[in-house]
């Protein structure tokens, strides 16, 4: 992989960019005083809730809260994740991305224009296959076989399915008139060549399935045989633009349909996820021919929190399943689940939901899934027989290297207390976790923004929210600094200090850039709120210092009342005595 975006550069291409220009073209806006407004994109509705501030580059919704700066808007709205939305700012300004050190070596010009070749190339053939689906003398038997399948034509629009002519050369004489053309195909894999150097189509008569990426773009294809003889399945081998460890069949579909997946389900093959598809359960996706890795893992976590495994119920079907596990574990983090579904013999997803329908496979689904925990402990303990010293001592041995690389706390700690069950020694895991969790810090109380004061803000969220507006204060208001006030026990200061300490070093960076700045911290939706509190903006540098002056007075009457306290209960030390003596003196 390449090394990391710089954060200079991700400023620099916010600074570039207008939010208005980047929405306005997805969404058509309507000016709406000093602000942009619309229907909101990522949830129905029938009057314009969705507000784009120019000044601000900030995008919020009022009716589903969905809010953020252009980037966010483009992980939202085009369904990317982040690198691949500041890709296509810098596409949009015809601008180079630049990487740290590190990482593998950067595309050159040259490269990055053979990629988009390819995509355009690949895009074309899609189309090809599609349009020869119902022009090719051969059609009709493509047709019935779709047709006998239960596919609707409906369903193979909906997934671009097309066939591939049993010419040998339909593909190299429609699209490699060139001998440059012709490498290309050969590269793709859209073609083949023997060992006389003979080129012929690599897919012949077969129905074809266009593989997308996450942005879309068609990258490879499986193709399915009409009838007996040769491979059933023939998938695209890898390529410079395809590589299948790394792609799921249909998740590009299954992100366009929900924007927010809330389950997602792996199975075996292209023509499980189509026939599900048709059916209304849209959120299949399936590895092309090679077992669930590490990296499909990541991708799914990132896109759903339910990810459901169906298999066959045979033994390769359980060792399909394992091996997902196994790849899973680092990747399992609190609030994912993983869970596993093993179908009746003979059956595979395509079979069961034409047999018993949408509602009993979802019903099956959400009832006989096996979670990741049992089928964790179920498989050790069909190898590993705990009734002796040396069966324990084996399931110990394979099981805790395996808890060790899950990143969950809470999943880690249940599924080590399970194994201290099988293990018979759970009095003393117990009272290991107690210990440990004895001599661990208290965790400072977290910042609540949900209840603020209904006719006030408080002096905090007042100096925060003006940062956000303007960090430029931070160096104007010098002596508004709340630095000192580190150790005081009121709610919100460190992140203001944050904040502030961020604008000293960032004065000239706009709302935009301040909240990318903090968009994985764990306060982000706290600002995001504060930013659709609106105030009038007059006199931005009056209201800082006068906001931080009822901040130090707040601080001044509570180390008071602290003082009076402690004299009722004990005696104060002469410093003390010396402390609330300046504190009444201050307040006179």
């Not at 994109?41 to 009057?47: A, I, L, N, T």
Request: proline share 5%; net charge neutral.
């Amino acid at each position: 992989m390449s090394g990391r975006i710089p954060r200079e550069f991700i400023d620099d291409i916010i600074a570039r960019t207008d939010i208005i220009e980047i929405v306005d073209s997805r969404v058509r806006l309507k000016k709406a005083g000093r602000n942009h407004q619309a229907c909101c994109p990522f949830h129905d509705e029938k009057s314009p809730s969705f507000t784009v501030s120019q000044d601000k580059q900030f995008y919020h919704c009022f009716g589903c809260g969905a809010h953020g700066n252009v980037i966010s808007f483009l992980m939202e709205f085009d369904r990317l994740e982040f690198p691949e939305a500041v890709e296509e700012l810098a596409q949009f300004h015809s601008i180079e991305v630049p990487r740290e050190k590190g990482g593998a070596p950067l595309p050159s010009a040259e490269q990055k224009q053979q990629k988009e070749n390819d995509y355009e190339l690949m895009e074309k053939v899609t189309k090809y296959f599609a349009q020869q689906l119902k022009v090719h003398p051969d059609k009709d038997k493509a047709i019935n076989y779709l047709k006998n399948r239960g596919l609707s034509g409906e369903i193979v629009k909906a997934f671009d399915m097309g066939y591939a002519p049993p010419e040998w050369d339909s593909i190299l004489k429609t699209f490699g008139k060139t001998p440059v053309y012709q490498e290309q195909l050969l590269e793709l894999k859209l073609i083949t060549e023997n060992d006389n150097r003979r080129r012929f189509d690599f897919f012949r008569d077969r129905i074809m399935f266009p593989i997308r990426d996450k942005r879309g773009r068609v990258i490879g294809f499986g193709g399915r045989v009409l009838e007996d003889g040769g491979p059933k399945y023939l998938n695209s081998p890898e390529t410079r633009i395809f590589h299948k460890g790394h792609e799921l069949y249909g998740f590009y579909q299954a992100k366009q349909a929900h924007r927010n997946l809330a389950r997602v389900m792996i199975v075996e093959g292209y023509m499980d996820v189509v026939a599900l598809g048709q059916f209304g359960i849209d959120y299949a996706v399936a590895s092309l021919g090679t077992a669930t890795t590490p990296e499909h893992i990541q991708m799914l976590f990132r896109a759903t929190s339910d990810v459901v495994c169906c298999y066959d119920g045979d033994r390769a079907g359980r060792e399909a399943a394992w091996r997902a596990l196994e790849n899973a574990l680092p990747y399992l983090k609190d609030g994912v689940e993983m869970k596993f579904l093993f179908l009746p013999d003979g059956e595979d997803p395509d079979t069961l939901v034409r047999k018993i329908g949408k509602d009993a496979f979802e019903k099956k689904l959400s009832n006989d899934s096996v979670p990741l925990s049992k089928f964790f402990f179920d498989n050790l303990l069909q190898r590993h027989h705990v009734g002796s010293i040396e069966g324990k001592a084996a399931l110990k041995a394979e099981a805790m290297p395996l808890i060790g690389q899950i990143v969950g706390d809470n999943i880690r700690e249940i599924l080590l207390s399970n194994l201290s069950n099988y293990m018979g020694d759970q009095n003393k895991h117990k009272y290991d976790r107690d210990v440990a969790q004895a001599n661990l810090r208290k965790t400072p109380k977290k910042l609540d923004f949900n209840t603020p004061n209904k006719s006030t803000i408080s002096p905090v969220r007042m100096m925060i929210r003006l940062l956000l507006d303007d960090p430029s204060l931070a160096i104007r208001c010098e002596a508004a600094d709340p630095t000192p006030l580190g150790s005081v026990n009121i709610p919100g200061i460190p992140l203001l200090i944050e904040l502030y300490q961020f604008c000293l070093t960032k004065p000239a960076a706009n709302t935009a850039q301040v909240l990318e700045y903090f968009r994985d911290h764990q306060q982000s939706a706290q600002l995001a709120k504060l930013m659709v509190w609106e105030y009038a903006e007059q006199n931005q540098a009056a209201v800082f210092e006068d906001s931080f002056a009822k901040l130090l007075d707040w601080h001044l009457q509570s180390r008071m009342d602290e003082l009076f306290s402690k004299s009722r209960v004990s005696k104060l030390t002469d410093e003390e005595k010396q402390e609330l003596n300046i504190l009444i003196k201050e307040q006179r």
